[in-house]
C-alpha cells in the first residue's frame, strides 16, 4: 500500500474551506433518500494536495449537542480522484446524505446534525474541515498491476467515484468493475456518470442493482431486484464475467456502505468461487460452518478478510 497522508488539519485547528459546488446526485429528484455532491475548496489551507482517493475527511459541525459540548467531528468519504475536482488537489468532493429519521421516544422529526449542515450549505459558505483520514481504503501503490471490483451501497459510491477518476487518468492497463447498490433506480447515485464513463472504457463495467424494486435498469432480461452480492451469480446479467474477474489472482474487492452488506458480498462469493479463488479474499476458519449459516459477527474471528480485501461499512 502506499505511503499516505493524515490528519494535516485537526479538530483543534481545523481548516476553513469554502463550498463551491452543491447539487443533488441521485438519479431523479424524486428519490427516496436526498443525497448531495458537495465540492469544497480547500485551496490555501494544510490540506491542499494531501489526499488520495478513498480516504475520508472530517467535518466539525457549528453549535452544541445536547450536553452543551462542541458538535463532534463526522467523517465523509472524499468522492474526488487525487487530483481533486479541480486537477490540481485545491477541490475536494463528497457525497452526503441526508440523516432524516422519527425519534423513536418523541415521535418527533430526528434530523443528523452534520449530514444536514453540509446539504444546507450553499455556494460561498465556509466549512471547518479536518484530515486526510484513513490509510488503507485506497488503491495501491501500483494500481496497474492490479484488477478491481468495487461494491458500494448507498453513499458507499463515493470512494469509487475518486478511484475510478484515478484509474481513468493513469491509462492503467486494469480491468474495473463496480456493483453499485440503491433500493430503487431513482436512488443510484452518479448513474449517468458511470454510465458515460463505461461508455468511454472498456475496462470498467458498471452493474446498477437495485434492491427493492425491479427490474434492474440496464440490466437484461428483466432481472432482479436484488442486492449487490445477487450479481455474483452466473444468472445475473453479468454475473459470469463478474465471477471471472473475482477469480483472477491479481484482482483486489472494496466494500463500502451500510454496514452489514460485507456478509452477503462473503456469502456470494463463497458460493461462487473454487475455495483456492475464495481462500485470495477471506481466510474461513474451520469451524465457520456453512456460508449460508455465517452471520455478521463472525468477522473477523471465524472470516478473515485477507490483504486483497478492503472494507469501509458505516
Ligand atoms: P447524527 O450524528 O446527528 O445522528 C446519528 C446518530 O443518531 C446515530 O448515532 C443514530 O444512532 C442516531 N439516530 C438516528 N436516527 C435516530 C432517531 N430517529 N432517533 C434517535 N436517534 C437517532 N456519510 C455520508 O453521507 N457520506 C459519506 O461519504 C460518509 N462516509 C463515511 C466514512 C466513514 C469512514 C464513516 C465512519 C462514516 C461515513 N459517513 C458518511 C457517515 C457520517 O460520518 C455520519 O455518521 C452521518 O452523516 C450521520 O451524521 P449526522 O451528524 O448527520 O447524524
Request: proline share 7%; with cysteine.
Amino acid at each position: 500500500m502506499p505511503d499516505v497522508v493524515q490528519n494535516r488539519a485537526t479538530p483543534g485547528d481545523p481548516a476553513i474551506g469554502r463550498v463551491v459546488a452543491t447539487r443533488v446526485c441521485t438519479a431523479s429528484k424524486k428519490a427516496a433518500g436526498i443525497v448531495r455532491h458537495v465540492e469544497i475548496d480547500i485551496s490555501g489551507t494544510p490540506l491542499a494536495g494531501t489526499f488520495r482517493s478513498g480516504q475520508s475527511f472530517g467535518v466539525l459541525p457549528p453549535g452544541e449537542n445536547e450536553r452543551g459540548k462542541p458538535h463532534k467531528l463526522r467523517l465523509y468519504s472524499i468522492a474526488s480522484p487525487t487530483r481533486g475536482e479541480d486537477g490540481s488537489g485545491s477541490v475536494l468532493a463528497t457525497t452526503v446524505k441526508r440523516l432524516i429519521d422519527e425519534d423513536w421516544e418523541s415521535h418527533r422529526l430526528f434530523t443528523g446534525v452534520a449530514s444536514n449542515y453540509l446539504c444546507d450549505l450553499s455556494e460561498g459558505d465556509e466549512v471547518r474541515v479536518t484530515g486526510p483520514a484513513g490509510k488503507r481504503f485506497v488503491l495501491p501503490e501500483d494500481p496497474s498491476s492490479h484488477d478491481y471490483v468495487f461494491f458500494a451501497t448507498g453513499t458507499g459510491i463515493a470512494p469509487f467515484r475518486g478511484m475510478l477518476g484515478d484509474l481513468a487518468a493513469g491509462g492503467v492497463s486494469s480491468r474495473a468493475a463496480l456493483v453499485m447498490g440503491a433500493p430503487y433506480a431513482t436512488d443510484l447515485l452518479y448513474d449517468a456518470e458511470m454510465r458515460e464513463l463505461e461508455a468511454e472504457h472498456d475496462w470498467f463495467t458498471y452493474l446498477p442493482t437495485v434492491s427493492r424494486h425491479g427490474p434492474t435498469p440496464g440490466a437484461v432480461g428483466g432481472w432482479g431486484p436484488s442486492y449487490v452480492d445477487g450479481r455474483v451469480s452466473p444468472d445475473a446479467p453479468g454475473g459470469e464475467q463478474l465471477i471471472e474477474l473475482l477469480a483472477g489472482e491479481r484482482t483486489l474487492v472494496y466494500v463500502c456502505g451500510i454496514a452489514g452488506m460485507e456478509l452477503g458480498v462473503f456469502q456470494a462469493m463463497a458460493r461462487e468461487l473454487a475455495s483456492e479463488a475464495l481462500s485470495g479474499y477471506l481466510t474461513v476458519a474451520d469451524d465457520a460452518g456453512e456460508p449460508s449459516d455465517w452471520s455478521r459477527r463472525m468477522i473477523p474471528r471465524q472470516l478473515r478478510p485477507t490483504k486483497r480485501t478492503f472494507l469501509e461499512v458505516y
